[in-house]
């Protein structure tokens, strides 16, 4: 009697210290997980038609034309974890970013897989013919043997006068290509995905018709579609056809493109800010979440499955622009934010400053 109370006392106080082995490890597994996802959750990624994973927040380029500025920048990108470059050949910037991806690809940093490339064909690209051609430079510049993504710059094609001469003009106007033919342009592209050259292709600065006529006759559809978005300007038009369309929106001034004032001014033409990092409401969530203006824009966008593509060249501003994951914006919030909106009075990109612009054929701009 007294030995099976015994073995019974042993058995239980091993049962005790097994469960409380088992709850220790449980304790570190949660804590391991925990922290794991914390990592993980520092980018979000959307799945493109083309089965490629973009990662939600990239970073812009246009304007960072500064070889030691841009290298450093690119430098803190990659160490605060951005992996999406957004480029084109009309930022002329792509051989300052292909000597630093060279140097985090070569040193076994970073492997090409773990990277999201954009680039664009330019306006003086845009005959079928070009368009390998193009590529082919964006390549050579930026060291790499593709790219993620290529898209079309903009629905209207330029007359090519040289490599370097990227907006024409004669006699105070664009020289526009009025027999931009946006169907054979398509068609070129969809060659370079077989060739191996990009993984996937789209377009950029497109309208809904437009968009609608390269998914009607496409062999391989637009993955993609970037154009100007913003609180100011949502595109809800446009938002709701790329879901119909299976086109993945990016955003382009996700924070209203501010740095284009001093570019207008140096060519002695006047830009009214649109002052969205300055607007009370955004500073009042700002302030509610205890993020920044520019946290709650890009988190706006980010959590309606947009892709965004903030320009910053300053190491603090552009982490702060990836550190959008930690927090989410109640639907409250959301519909605060949706209230903003400005309709079609709210797009600022018209390429308007380009006289004569509006007469192109396919000029996108005078409807969503
Ligand atoms: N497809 C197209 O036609 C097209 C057109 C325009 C742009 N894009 C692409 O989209 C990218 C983004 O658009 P964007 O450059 O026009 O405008 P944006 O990203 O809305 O704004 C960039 C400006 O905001 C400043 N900024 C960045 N982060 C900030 C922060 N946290 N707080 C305060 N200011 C901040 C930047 O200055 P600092 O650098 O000094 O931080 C820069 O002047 C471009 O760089 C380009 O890659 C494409």
């Given at each position: 009697m007294i030995s099976r109370c015994f073995s019974h006392l042993v058995n239980h106080l091993t049962t005790t210290r097994l469960a409380l082995l088992l709850a220790h490890l449980f304790l570190l597994y949660y804590l391991f997980k925990g922290n794991s996802e914390q990592t993980m959750s520092s980018q979000k990624f959307?799945?493109?038609?083309?089965?490629?994973k973009?990662?939600?927040?990239?970073?812009?380029?246009?304007?960072?034309?500064?070889?030691?500025?841009?290298?450093?920048?690119?430098?803190?990108?990659?160490?605060?974890g951005?992996?999406?470059?957004?480029?084109?050949?009309?930022?002329?910037?792509?051989?300052?970013?292909?000597?630093?991806?060279?140097?985090?690809?070569?040193?076994g940093k970073i492997q090409?897989?773990d990277?999201?490339?954009?680039?664009?064909?330019?306006?003086?690209?845009?005959?079928?013919?070009?368009?390998?051609?193009?590529?082919?430079?964006?390549?050579?510049?930026?060291?790499?043997?593709?790219?993620?993504?290529?898209?079309?710059?903009?629905?209207?094609?330029?007359?090519?006068?040289?490599?370097?001469?990227?907006?024409?003009?004669?006699?105070?106007?664009?020289?526009?290509?009025?027999?931009?033919?946006?169907?054979?342009?398509?068609?070129?592209?969809?060659?370079?995905?077989?060739?191996?050259?990009?993984?996937?292709?789209?377009?950029?600065?497109?309208?809904?018709?437009?968009?609608?006529?390269?998914?009607?006759?496409?062999?391989?559809?637009?993955?993609?579609?970037?154009?100007?978005?913003?609180?100011?300007?949502?595109?809800?038009?446009?938002?709701?056809?790329?879901?119909?369309?299976?086109?993945?929106?990016?955003?382009?001034?996700?924070?209203?493109?501010?740095?284009?004032?001093?570019?207008?001014?140096?060519?002695?033409?006047?830009?009214?800010?649109?002052?969205?990092?300055?607007?009370?409401?955004?500073?009042?969530?700002?302030?509610?979440?205890n993020?920044?203006?520019?946290?709650?824009?890009?988190?706006?966008?980010?959590?309606?499955?947009?892709?965004?593509?903030?320009?910053?060249?300053?190491?603090?501003?552009?982490?702060?622009?990836?550190e959008?994951f930690d927090f989410q914006?109640?639907?409250?919030?959301?519909?605060?934010?949706?209230?903003?909106?400005?309709?079609?009075?709210?797009?600022?990109?018209?390429?308007?400053?380009?006289?004569?612009?509006?007469?192109?054929?396919?000029?996108?701009?005078?409807?969503?």
């Open positions: 959307i799945e493109l038609n083309s089965g490629q973009m990662p939600a927040v990239g970073l812009g380029t246009w304007q960072a034309t500064d070889e030691a500025e841009l290298e450093n920048a690119l430098e803190e990108a990659l160490k605060a951005y992996r999406h470059i957004d480029t084109a050949y009309l930022y002329t910037n792509e051989a300052i970013i292909g000597r630093v991806l060279e140097r985090w690809l070569s040193s090409r897989n990277l999201f490339i954009t680039s664009k064909l330019p306006g003086i690209g845009m005959t079928p013919e070009r368009v390998e051609y193009f590529l082919k430079k964006s390549l050579a510049d930026l060291k790499l043997d593709y790219v993620d993504l290529y898209l079309v710059h903009s629905p209207m094609g330029y007359q090519y006068v040289s490599d370097t001469e990227l907006t024409p003009m004669k006699d105070g106007q664009l020289l526009l290509d009025n027999k931009t033919d946006l169907e054979a342009i398509w068609k070129a592209l969809e060659v370079q995905v077989d060739a191996g050259l990009t993984k996937s292709i789209g377009v950029s600065n497109y309208n809904i018709a437009q968009l609608e006529r390269m998914v009607k006759m496409a062999r391989i559809p637009p993955a993609n579609l970037q154009v100007e978005l913003h609180a100011y300007f949502q595109q809800k038009p446009l938002q709701e056809a790329c879901k119909r369309l299976n086109v993945k929106l990016c955003a382009y001034a996700p924070l209203g493109s501010p740095g284009r004032k001093a570019l207008f001014e140096k060519r002695g033409l006047k830009f009214e800010e649109l002052g969205l990092l300055q607007d009370p409401v955004v500073i009042e969530l700002a302030t509610k979440h993020k920044t203006a520019s946290q709650i824009l890009l988190r706006f966008l980010v959590q309606q499955d947009v892709i965004v593509i903030p320009k910053s060249t300053n190491p603090s501003r552009l982490r702060q622009n990836l959008i914006l109640s639907s409250e919030d959301m519909s605060t934010l949706q209230n903003l909106d400005k309709g079609l009075e709210g797009r600022s990109f018209t390429a308007k400053a380009f006289k004569g612009v509006t007469e192109h054929p396919e000029y996108p701009f005078n409807s969503y």
